[in-house]
């Protein structure tokens, strides 16, 4: 089970939507939480060997910045689904995959500078696994940007 006190909920509430861009955002951080900048990195390190924290980073509009992004939907024999995902993920772009109990039963999300280069990458990866149902499934309207959950 997964420890997690009052302190790391206030950390996890913070950083998710407003993670400070300056020199030192730990310390920053660490400022409005009552706590000093080396607890606030070991917690945040704690967090991250649990797997609670997947990744800080940003988190940019693909097509503000010229690229387009999509969803993509793969029927893959239950035999191949660890190729297959494993594979997906070695491509540039690729933000993460998951199962679906569907007929097409692994999804990922795909970013890249066209569509016509996510095109070839979906053509790559159907040749280098076998899969041949991989369907393309852009935007056409965004609606919701934001997830925060407050812990």
Same mark, same amino acid.
């Given at each position: 089970?997964?420890?997690?006190?009052?302190?790391?909920?206030?950390?996890?509430?913070?950083?998710?939507?407003?993670?400070?861009?300056?020199?030192?955002?730990?310390?920053?951080?660490?400022?409005?939480?009552?706590?000093?900048?080396?607890?606030? =990195?070991?917690? /945040?390190?704690? +967090?991250? &060997?649990?797997?609670?924290?997947?990744?800080?980073?940003?988190? *940019?509009?693909?097509?503000? =910045?010229?690229? /387009?992004?999509? +969803?993509? &939907?793969?029927?893959?024999?239950?035999?191949?689904?660890?190729? *297959?995902?494993?594979?997906?993920?070695?491509?540039?772009?690729?933000?993460?995959?998951?199962?679906?109990?569907?007929?097409?039963?692994?999804? *990922?999300?795909?970013?890249?500078?066209?569509?016509?280069?996510?095109?070839?990458?979906?053509?790559?990866?159907?040749?280098?696994?076998?899969?041949?149902?991989?369907?393309?499934?852009?935007?056409?309207?965004?609606?919701?940007?934001?997830?925060?959950?407050?812990?």
């Amino acid at each position: 089970m997964l420890k997690m006190d009052e302190t790391d909920r206030a950390i996890l509430n913070r950083i998710q939507s407003d993670f400070p861009v300056v020199p030192r955002p730990y310390a920053e951080l660490a400022k409005g939480l009552n706590l000093n900048e080396d607890e606030l =990195i070991r917690r /945040v390190d704690r +967090l991250k &060997a649990q797997g609670i924290i997947r990744r800080i980073g940003g988190n *940019f509009v693909p097509g503000r =910045i010229g690229f /387009v992004s999509t +969803l993509c &939907a793969a029927r893959v024999p239950a035999d191949k689904i660890e190729e *297959f995902a494993k594979t997906v993920g070695e491509y540039p772009g690729v933000t993460h995959s998951y199962i679906r109990d569907n007929p097409y039963n692994l999804w *990922f999300t795909f970013i890249a500078q066209s569509m016509k280069q996510i095109e070839q990458y979906l053509f790559e990866i159907s040749q280098k696994t076998g899969v041949k149902e991989i369907i393309n499934l852009p935007a056409t309207k965004v609606f919701k940007i934001k997830a925060h959950f407050e812990l």
